[in-house]
């Protein structure tokens, strides 16, 4: 299964990290680490903005994040 851990390694940064990054709301994450949970879990595309993003946001400014 897909375990924090795993995650935190697909993202490459360490567990300790991951898990400090998680506990502050996962507010830090940088973009680069976003696209490697999305890749690594693996996510939908919707699943992704339902994580991610708050929907209102994605749809004003969807034409601008081509990643997801």
Do not use: H, W
């Amino acid at each position: 299964g897909t375990t924090q851990g795993n995650v935190a390694k697909a993202c490459g940064i360490y567990r300790t990290t991951f898990y400090r990054k998680m506990k502050n709301g996962g507010k830090d994450f940088t973009v680069g680490e976003i696209q490697s949970m999305i890749k690594g879990i693996p996510l939908t595309q919707e699943e992704a903005i339902d994580i991610f993003l708050k929907k209102s946001y994605y749809i004003k400014y969807k034409a601008t994040i081509p990643y997801l």
